[in-house]
């Protein structure tokens, strides 16, 4: 049942995204995208403590926000919560290489599907 109210949160999240992601700006910047990484890592480490921590909700709903919802919205916002569960840890050098690795690693294999995308697409229109 769980996968239901996940999904139904992802819907929700993704129609959110979408939305403020259509908010005209013109800069050369992705600001929307920012705006929304931000706002969805301050939801999600809000929620986190002030409801999942103290279990104010049923499990399916908090997976609905929490995973669902906010995780569609975007997935910065659990990469900046482990992070920051890290530091609280105490685990400063997990924190900094999950944090490095992540930005390393999320670049090269975007530029690295999008290489091997432009290939794939030059070959079927040639």
Same mark, same amino acid.
């Given at each position: 049942?769980?996968?239901?109210?996940?999904?139904?949160?992802?819907?929700?999240?993704?129609?959110?995204?979408?939305?403020? @992601?259509?908010?005209?700006?013109?800069?050369?910047?992705? *600001?929307? &995208?920012?705006?929304?990484? !931000? %706002? =969805? #890592?301050?939801?999600?480490?809000?929620?986190?403590?002030?409801?999942?921590?103290?279990?104010?909700?049923?499990?399916?709903?908090?997976?609905?926000?929490?995973?669902?919802?906010? @995780?569609?919205?975007?997935?910065?916002?659990?990469?900046? *919560?482990? &992070?920051?569960?890290?530091? !609280? %840890? =105490? #685990?400063?050098?997990?924190?900094?290489?999950?944090?490095?690795?992540?930005?390393?690693?999320?670049?090269?294999?975007?530029?690295?599907?999008?290489?091997?995308?432009?290939?794939?697409?030059?070959?079927?229109?040639?």
């Amino acid at each position: 049942m769980s996968y239901i109210f996940v999904g139904i949160g992802g819907v929700i999240g993704s129609i959110l995204r979408f939305i403020v @992601g259509q908010i005209p700006f013109d800069y050369d910047f992705p *600001l929307q &995208t920012l705006g929304i990484n !931000i %706002a =969805g #890592s301050f939801i999600l480490g809000w929620f986190t403590s002030a409801i999942i921590k103290k279990q104010k909700l049923k499990s399916e709903y908090t997976a609905a926000i929490g995973t669902g919802m906010i @995780g569609s919205f975007t997935t910065l916002s659990t990469l900046s *919560l482990d &992070t920051v569960q890290l530091l !609280i %840890a =105490g #685990s400063p050098v997990p924190a900094i290489s999950y944090v490095v690795g992540s930005a390393v690693f999320g670049i090269s294999f975007a530029y690295l599907g999008m290489k091997i995308g432009e290939r794939k697409w030059s070959k079927s229109n040639a």
